[in-house]
Structures are given as C-alpha cells and as structure tokens.
C-alpha cells in the first residue's frame, strides 16, 4: 500500500515554503521535496503572484500529492503582510482546485501542537522536530522550509485512523492508502520513537531555492 502524499505551503510573497512529504501507514513521513519559492519585491505585485502560481503548479504536477495543507490566514497586525499571504494563499488553492485536490487549512497553533505537542511552541523547536521525525541531519532552512513540512505533516497525522486519502480522486492513478488503527499511541508520540529508534540520514531530496 501506497503512502499518503502531502504538499505542504507556507504562504508569503517573498518567500512561499512548499514541502512534500510521504506518510506511510505507521505514519511515519518520509521527505520527498522541500523548497523555498521566492520573489523580489521590485516585481509588480502580479508578476510575484504568476512566478508562485508557476512554482506550486510545477511541484503538483510533478509529485502529484494526494493533498495540500496550507497555513490558514489570521490577522495580523500588518495588513500587507496578511494581504500578501491570503493571496498566496489563493492561489494555492485554486491550484489544488484545478487538480480536484482536497485541501486542509491549518492554523500555526495546530501545527505547533501536532509536531511538538505544545501549540506555542517557537519556530526553533518547530524546526528542530521537523528534522528529527524526517530524520535529517539539519533543519531545512530558511523557517518557511520547514513551517511547509510541518504543515504537510500535520495534515496527514490529523487524517482518522482507517481513513482514505482524502485526495484522492475516482480519476486518480495512485491508490488509496490507510492507516494502522491498532497503534494506540499518538502521531507524536509514534514520530518521537520512530526518531529516536532510527538512524540519521541526509536529506537528499532537500532542495531549496537561492
């Protein structure tokens, strides 16, 4: 049985992190790719736009995930920041739309809370988990590299125990995949032993943009 396949995105129109991961049945998530989509803030707000819609449709059409996560937009305290990633934002999902994909839009806290089991947890402790549940040897950089793979992680460990992939389309090619529902602990707790009780690795699918 195949495994759940996940694009990851953190939005932003400077930098827009994108991450797939590969989550098997024992929900343990293998890397699959990891990249930093950029864009100069001298370029009309419409070309940065077009150079991310190019970006993420490029990686769906080549790893053709199984689902998307996206960080769900709150409000901040600076509007052009917060407008920048809604329509990134937007733009994502009318590319997993496209694709008849489903998407699953999640808060920072939620993530936080699923890859650390603390939901205030900081960027540095977020980082540091990614790395060890994948089993690389550093911390994907710049943050938005590995916020993206939270997210993908995130969103496959929050799929009910027994479940389809929710991506997955009557069209598509790739099978479903499910779930072991006789672990009785929790996707944390399942990554931290799978971390600890594994051997370290490069990450040689990690490639992020300049």
């Not at 419409?46 to 709150?74: K, M, N, T, W, Y």
Request: glycine share 8%; hydrophobic share 45%.
């Amino acid at each position: 049985m195949r495994p759940l396949r996940v694009l990851g995105i953190d939005p932003g129109l400077t930098r827009c992190g994108v991450g797939i991961v590969d989550v098997a049945a024992t929900r343990t998530p293998t890397l699959v790719h990891v990249s930093v989509i950029t864009t100069g803030a001298d370029l009309p707000l419409e070309e940065r736009l077009l150079i991310i819609a190019a970006g993420i449709e490029a990686l769906l059409d080549e790893h053709r995930p199984d689902s998307v996560a996206v960080e769900r937009v709150f409000a901040q305290h600076n509007v052009r920041t917060v407008m920048g990633t809604a329509q990134v934002s937007g733009i994502a999902l009318l590319a997993a739309a496209r694709r008849s994909l489903a998407v699953g839009l999640h808060t920072p806290t939620e993530v936080k809370a699923a890859i650390t089991g603390y939901g205030q947890a900081d960027k540095k402790q977020v980082g540091a988990m990614v790395a060890k549940v994948l089993r690389l040897e550093s911390v994907p950089r710049p943050a938005d590299a590995a916020d993206a793979l939270a997210l993908a992680i995130c969103h496959a460990w929050r799929e009910p125990l027994g479940s389809a992939v929710t991506g997955a389309t009557s069209g598509s090619t790739r099978p479903r995949a499910s779930v072991d529902p006789a672990s009785s602990l929790t996707p944390a707790q399942l990554a931290w032993r799978a971390a600890e009780q594994g051997t370290t690795r490069r990450p040689t699918a990690h490639r992020l943009a300049r």
